[in-house]
């Protein structure tokens, strides 16, 4: 199976272990690079899927998907890495984490952990997206010189992406009930000071995981895209270490 377009992939030859690190929702490849670069240099061989819809100038590509064609698009990827690795992880930043642990629901022999960072998994009251989807919308048109015909359309857009996030929602509550199935080490990360995601939900999916091996951080300053913050030097020693498990 070829790599999806667009993807991110380094690859370690004779690796045991294989690792996919998922993007969030309106992100790329570039959201988890740094962790993939880092992982790479302990010997892992990394997979960065991109998402379809993603990674374009026409927000228009993401409302025309969806989280089951993601759901699909993260499938692929670990029957990429299946083929390659003895040992698969795969881990998520929030809507990345919801596939993930939408994964690690129907692990096998190969896909043996994995975790999320900052993910909306459980989400009691909803997501606070869409400003900074609308901005993200706004700021695309005017990178391809479109602004006036994508203002005629904006309310369009706002509806859209209403429906998708109600989608991503009912996707995550569609597995929510094979979350304590999961006996699997899964690694849970949380900001304290996410913007976009309830914090406190995080300990509705700990309660959720009631037979997984957890491994569970708080990060008191850290904010919703914790993969490329600034202060993450803890959140990727504490990663790094869930990960060199598996490898003993």
Request: with cysteine; charged share 20%; hydrophobic share 40%.
């Amino acid at each position: 199976m070829p790599l999806s377009k667009g993807a991110y992939y380094l690859e370690v030859p004779g690796a045991r272990l294989g690792i996919i690190l998922c993007h969030a929702y309106t992100g790329s490849t570039a959201d988890v690079r740094p962790q993939a670069g880092l992982l790479n240099r302990q010997g892992y061989g990394v997979l960065c899927p991109l998402f379809t819809g993603h990674g374009t100038t026409d927000i228009q590509d993401i409302l025309n998907a969806g989280p089951e064609i993601w759901w699909q698009d993260l499938q692929e990827a670990l029957a990429f890495m299946k083929k390659r690795y003895e040992i698969v992880l795969v881990f998520g930043l929030s809507m990345g984490g919801v596939m993930a642990m939408r994964a690690l629901c129907e692990a096998d022999s190969q896909l043996l952990g994995g975790g999320v960072f900052n993910s909306p998994v459980i989400s009691r009251d909803g997501l606070q997206l869409e400003n900074r989807f609308m901005s993200f919308a706004r700021y695309l048109a005017e990178k391809r010189g479109d602004l006036p015909a994508y203002l005629e359309t904006e309310e369009a857009v706002r509806t859209a992406h209403r429906q998708q996030v109600a989608d991503i929602q009912a996707f995550a509550r569609g597995f929510e009930d094979q979350l304590a199935s999961i006996e699997l080490p899964v690694y849970i990360v949380q900001s304290a000071q996410d913007e976009l995601v309830d914090p406190e939900a995080v300990y509705d999916l700990l309660e959720a995981l009631e037979s997984a091996k957890i491994s569970f951080h708080w990060c008191e300053e850290n904010t919703h895209v914790i993969t490329t913050n600034r202060n993450r030097s803890d959140f990727e020693a504490s990663l790094l270490q869930f990960i060199q498990a598996f490898d003993n």
